[in-house]
């Protein structure tokens, strides 16, 4: 199994700021997937990552407004810039160990308001 | 791309009675079904999943079967308890696993009365 870590757990943001969260792994993973949850909703992915290469974004969500970082097999960052109160969600990061039919993990979430 | 409808989006049932969720996919290319639960202000996390070259799994009161032919799959759960309650949701890969994206359902939210 996979133990994801994630900071910080929730946050209060001003509006036009910037917030960056943090995915710890502790082992190495291949993939590693960042997801929105709007409250009361489902999840919804926003982008992967991958180490060594450019993240790669699902329709209606952009690098400028969701800029990741990989850094290595054990951590990435998803950064939610200018921020406005629609951007109010929990924010998760998901990934697994070992090949393609391992399940996946999710962090604990990040529970951000804007105001 | 994929698309995961999932029905009901409440249900209440009493103790010890079943619960039965339904998903249905569109990416005949999906190959991998995990079922997640979530309680309030808790991450996911995998209660059963199904690939595509099985049609029935079980794991103690948990049961997911799936039909290919009509892209359709379901959880049921028996002699349900009230730590049960929570939301439940289907999702479907192409790929399957930790290294392939998950399209989710909208969710169900399963209340499990004493």
């Known amino acids: 199994s996979a133990v994801i870590s994630q900071k910080p757990s929730r946050d209060i943001c001003q509006r036009g700021t910037s917030l960056t969260i943090q995915c710890q792994v502790d082992?190495?993973?291949?993939?590693m997937f960042w997801y929105r949850q709007q409250p009361g909703q489902s999840l919804t992915l926003i982008a992967t990552?991958?180490?060594?290469?450019?993240?790669?974004?699902e329709s209606g969500f952009v690098i400028d407004k969701f800029p990741i970082s990989r850094p290595n097999l054990t951590f990435s960052t998803l950064t939610v810039s200018n921020m406005s109160p629609e951007d109010s969600s929990i924010y998760l990061c998901?990934?697994?160990?070992?090949?393609?039919?391992?399940?996946?993990?999710f962090g604990q979430g990040t529970r951000l308001t804007v105001v | 791309g994929e698309n995961v409808e999932q029905h009901p989006s409440t249900l209440s049932v009493q103790e010890g009675d079943s619960a039965v969720i339904k998903c249905t996919y569109s990416d005949s290319a999906s190959n991998y079904f995990p079922w997640y639960k979530q309680e309030l202000g808790k991450r996911p996390q995998l209660i059963i999943d199904i690939r595509s070259n099985v049609g029935e799994k079980k794991d103690q009161r948990i049961a997911v079967t799936l039909n290919k032919t009509a892209k359709h799959f379901s959880l049921h759960i028996t002699e349900t308890q009230p730590e049960d309650s929570a939301v439940y949701f289907c999702?479907?890969?192409?790929?399957?696993?930790?290294?392939?994206?998950?399209?989710f359902g909208k969710g169900t939210l399963l209340t499990v009365n004493p």
């Open positions: 999702a479907a890969s192409v790929g399957g696993g930790s290294n392939y994206k998950l399209t």
């Open positions: 990552a991958n180490q060594g290469s450019e993240a790669t974004y």
């Open positions: 082992s190495q993973v291949t993939m």
């Open positions: 998901s990934a697994g160990t070992g090949t393609g039919d391992t399940e996946a993990f």
